[in-house]
C-alpha cells in the first residue's frame, strides 16, 4: 500500500499496477505521457483517478492472442478498480487506444469532456456494468460549475 502515487508530467512505457492499494489520489496527468498499456486492472485507489492532459498509447507489442484483451488495443486499463474519488479524463486527455473501466466502482463524478478517445474501428471508451455514484460529463459543464482552468473542486 503506498499513501499517493504522482507520475504527473513523466514520460514512461508500460505500466503494470494490477491490484496496486494506493490511499488517496493516483495523478498521471499534466503532460504524463505513457507509450505501452497502462493497466490499473483491481486496483484500489482512496481517492480520484485524474487523468487531466494525460496521454496513452496503446502498446506497440502485441499482447499474447489468448489474452482476451488483446483484439481491443487498449491503452488504459482500470477495470474492476474500486476507486474513492472522481475520475478526470478531460482537459487535454487523450489515448490512442481503448479505455476501459468495465466493473469499476467510483465513488465520485466522471469527467470526459475535452478527451480524445481514440481508437479506430474499435470499442474506444467503456464503462460497461461499472457502478458510478456521480454523474459523467461527456460535454462541457453549465455555467455553474465551469472548470475553465480544469482545476478539480475542494
Given at each position: 500500500?503506498?499513501?499517493?502515487?504522482?507520475?504527473?508530467?513523466?514520460?514512461?512505457?508500460?505500466?503494470?499496477?494490477?491490484?496496486?492499494?494506493?490511499?488517496?489520489?493516483?495523478e498521471?496527468?499534466?503532460?504524463?505521457?505513457a507509450?505501452?498499456?497502462?493497466s490499473?486492472?483491481?486496483?484500489?485507489?482512496?481517492?480520484?483517478?485524474?487523468?487531466?492532459?494525460?496521454?496513452?498509447?496503446?502498446?506497440?507489442?502485441?499482447?499474447?492472442?489468448?489474452?482476451a484483451?488483446?483484439?481491443?488495443?487498449?491503452?488504459?486499463?482500470?477495470?474492476?478498480?474500486?476507486i474513492?474519488?472522481?475520475?478526470?479524463?478531460?482537459?487535454?486527455?487523450?489515448?490512442?487506444?481503448?479505455v476501459?473501466?468495465?466493473?469499476?466502482?467510483?465513488?465520485?463524478?466522471?469527467?470526459?469532456?475535452?478527451?480524445?478517445?481514440?481508437?479506430?474501428?474499435?470499442?474506444?471508451?467503456?464503462?460497461?456494468?461499472?457502478?458510478?455514484?456521480?454523474?459523467?460529463?461527456?460535454?462541457?459543464?453549465?455555467?455553474?460549475?465551469?472548470?475553465?482552468?480544469?482545476?478539480?473542486?475542494?
Amino acid at each position: 500500500m503506498i499513501p499517493r502515487l504522482d507520475l504527473n508530467g513523466s514520460y514512461t512505457g508500460e505500466i503494470d499496477a494490477r491490484g496496486i492499494t494506493v490511499d488517496n489520489d493516483v495523478e498521471i496527468g499534466q503532460g504524463f505521457h505513457a507509450s505501452g498499456e497502462v493497466s490499473f486492472y483491481g486496483a484500489r485507489i482512496g481517492g480520484g483517478l485524474d487523468a487531466r492532459d494525460g496521454h496513452f498509447v496503446r502498446s506497440k507489442v502485441e499482447p499474447q492472442p489468448s489474452f482476451a484483451l488483446a483484439q481491443w488495443k487498449v491503452a488504459l486499463l482500470a477495470s474492476s478498480a474500486k476507486i474513492g474519488g472522481d475520475v478526470w479524463f478531460c482537459c487535454g486527455f487523450e489515448s490512442l487506444g481503448a479505455v476501459f473501466m468495465q466493473r469499476a466502482k467510483i465513488k465520485g463524478e466522471v469527467y470526459a469532456f475535452d478527451g480524445r478517445f481514440i481508437n479506430p474501428h474499435l470499442t474506444a471508451l467503456d464503462f460497461s456494468r461499472s457502478e458510478i455514484d456521480g454523474a459523467i460529463w461527456l460535454t462541457p459543464l453549465t455555467a455553474q460549475f465551469k472548470p475553465t482552468s480544469c482545476q478539480r473542486p475542494h
